[in-house]
């Protein structure tokens, strides 16, 4: 059989060589893109093509260099295999070589289809579009194309220093996923994807990056929708002169005569890893001037984002502590007394409690708020959510809740530690799912046997996702969350 497929294979790619084609169905999943031909896997009613490089490898000479496309090619690939996660600590398998992405697509349906690219988060510094959690193949079912995207993280993705400047200094991660966005934008029509319906979304770091790219005129008419989740929105981003200091704190550790492109990967982890211990932030999307031109929330402020439909939200808890310094700290961080706390906060006794509930608000609920409001202020469609359901195994003790609505979204019922066991797991899961493809498909989540969601432009309206019930509603958090924002 395979002599025969690739006999079937070279005879079309020889037919079409030279262009991203978009093939008929049939009965081997392939794709004919810029860089060769692509023969993926199936599973059911779903296509994978997986590891697929959309840049060269940024090693040697192209470290700490923007993205570089990779060359043309008659070759015929198999693609079954997730490619390495980028660099980072504590990760086996991680490499350099990351510039990767993977498709899910339905099996036997004609295109063109709708297209949802998926930037993971991390903090920047970790994380990887391979994580079982992420799998495409439920979105796919729906009826769309899944693209989910390795970006350069950590040092290796948002070092900035003057030695480096040759090739734009810092934001090399931010630089990869504009480099995936003109990969899906010349290549997905090979995939039966619709190239001009593109929805990115993301959550945490992912959501952060999803707002820099609406930001930004690189990233300009390569997405026509997106989704926010978990997103800092009032976070400041460093300026590139303090981004830099950080970059000479950490050549300082690989040595004064340290050849960057030449010193070896561990050094470049040991370093890292050295750097994040003293400060979690150290490596993220700084202010260069160029492709990054200012904090999001300024941005938004300014109306200078693609004024296009977006979902946005947060999660009901989003933050853990590690210990009660953490604790100590965050209540510090509040100009509110610990009674004004309490009189915000009812029912919420223990200061680790309040710790987490202010801070979730702080960090995600008040800004998500804000740049909803901002956003709707354009004229664009804006729906805005919160997620406070809890899978009901996990109740009696939950587990933090940042990206807790991950698994709902992707359908990874069944996966070892997603942890959606029972009907009613599945039933919200189900229609987390189809929200997020509607919108996809059409700007608009709503659609038939879902509860209608209000658009945003009501300035408190908003989707309560909770173990009770799915339903539009005014914010019941707004009053707290005007305290907060004054």
Not at 114 to 133: E, K, L, Q, R, Y
Not at 295 to 314: K, L, N, T, Y
Request: net charge negative; hydrophobic share 45%; charged share 20%.
């Amino acid at each position: 059989m395979r002599p025969l497929l690739a006999l079937i294979v070279a005879t079309v790619f020889a037919c079409n060589a030279g262009s991203a084609v978009a093939q008929p169905v049939g009965q081997f999943p392939f794709a004919l893109t810029r860089e060769g031909q692509m023969l993926g896997a199936v599973e059911g009613e779903v296509a994978s093509f997986k590891g697929l490089a959309y840049a060269a490898p940024p090693v040697g000479a192209l470290r700490w260099r923007p993205p570089q496309p990779m060359p043309a090619s008659s070759e015929m690939r198999t693609v079954y295999e997730f490619g390495a996660p980028c660099l980072q600590p504590e990760l086996p398998g991680a490499s350099e070589d990351c510039l990767t992405l993977n498709v899910f697509r339905p099996f036997g349906v004609d295109g063109p289809l709708p297209v949802m690219v998926f930037i993971h988060g991390g903090g920047f510094v970790s994380g990887t579009a391979n994580d079982p959690v992420f799998n495409g193949a439920r979105l796919a079912q729906a009826g769309l194309i899944l693209v989910s995207v390795n970006y350069r993280l950590g040092a290796l993705g948002w070092l900035a220093h003057p030695g480096l400047s040759d090739g734009g200094s810092g934001n090399y991660g931010l630089m990869d996923q504009i480099a995936a966005l003109h990969w899906v934008h010349d290549n997905i029509a090979a995939f039966s994807g619709d190239p001009g319906n593109v929805t990115l979304f993301g959550n945490g770091a992912g959501a952060t990056s999803v707002a820099l790219l609406m930001l930004s005129a690189r990233a300009r008419d390569l997405f026509q929708k997106a989704i926010l989740q978990s997103i800092p929105g009032r976070a400041r981003l460093r300026t590139a002169q303090e981004a830099e200091a950080i970059g000479q704190q950490f050549i300082a550790m690989l040595g004064p005569q340290a050849d960057l492109r030449a010193v070896e990967a561990s050094r470049i982890v040991a370093a890292e890893k050295h750097l994040l211990e003293k400060s979690r932030g150290s490596f993220a999307p700084a202010i260069d001037g160029g492709l990054v031109t200012g904090d999001v929330a300024a941005g938004f402020a300014a109306g200078h984002e693609s004024r296009i439909p977006v979902m946005i939200g947060s999660n009901d808890d989003e933050t853990g502590f590690d210990g009660e310094l953490d604790i100590k700290a965050a209540l510090a961080s509040s100009d509110l007394s610990l009674n004004e706390l309490r009189r915000l906060y009812p029912g919420l006794a223990s200061p680790a409690e309040l710790a987490a509930r202010l801070a979730t608000d702080k960090i995600f609920s008040e800004p998500v708020r804000l740049l909803a409001r901002l956003h709707a202020a354009t004229g664009a469609a804006v729906f805005r959510y919160r997620f406070a359901y809890v899978p009901e195994a996990r109740r009696a003790n939950p587990d933090e809740g940042h990206g807790r609505e991950l698994p709902f979204l992707f359908g990874v019922e069944g996966v070892p530690g997603a942890g959606l066991l029972s009907r009613g797991d599945r039933e919200v899961a189900s229609r987390m799912r189809a929200y997020w493809t509607n919108f996809a498909k059409t700007g608009d989540p709503n659609g038939p046997d879902l509860p209608h969601w209000d658009t945003a432009a009501d300035r408190d309206r908003l989707l309560l996702i909770t173990n009770d019930r799915i339903a539009s509603g005014d914010d019941p958090c707004s009053e707290r969350l005007d305290r907060l924002a004054r």
